[in-house]
């Protein structure tokens, strides 16, 4: 009982996370969640306001594989029913996963992690030479520019 509440509260997102989904939603903009969460935060996803906000989730402790396992970025592609050249991944880059998502043919993004690079769970393997995202509520913005283009 313990563990399903901290996962619960682990899983709570802000107020501003929130409405940049619903921007991204709003925009056509297909989400999934791709996480190396241990097995109670997979178990509490379904509980969580975020679930709402999201087309899949793909989570390593049920997928049987970790990040940057191609085996997780495929079932997410698989899952939202997108090529790897139309999707974009945007994560702090723990566990090498730009890195995976790039060598699945994806376009990927680092963003700052709230609370700095030490609170990543696996660090950070490789270095990341492009230029980061500040906050992931600026993505909408982001999206929606580069779509005029």
């Known amino acids: 009982m313990l563990l399903a509440g901290l996962a619960d509260a682990r899983l709570q997102a802000d107020t501003t996370v929130l409405q940049a989904l619903v921007r991204l939603k709003s ?3 297909r989400l999934a969640i791709l996480s190396d969460a241990a097995p109670d935060i ?3 996803w379904g509980r969580s306001a975020l679930v709402g906000h999201f087309d899949a989730a793909v989570f390593s402790s049920i997928a049987g594989a970790v990040k940057p ?3 997780l970025f495929d079932a997410t592609l698989r899952e939202l029913d997108v ?5 974009l991944n945007c994560g702090d880059g723990g566990g090498n996963e730009l890195a995976g998502a ?3 043919g994806m376009c990927a993004m680092r963003v700052v992690r709230r609370g700095g690079q030490s609170r990543l769970a696996f ?5 990341w030479f492009g230029s980061p995202l500040l906050d992931v509520e600026a993505l909408p913005a982001l999206l929606s520019a580069l779509r005029t283009r």
Request: charged share 25%; glycine share 14%; hydrophobic share 50%.
């Open 27 to 29: 925009d056509g903009i």
């Open 42 to 44: 997979a178990e509490a």
């Open 69 to 71: 396992d191609p085996l």
């Open 83 to 87: 090529a790897a050249d139309q999707a």
């Open 102 to 104: 790039m060598r699945a």
């Open 123 to 127: 660090g950070e393997g490789v270095a």
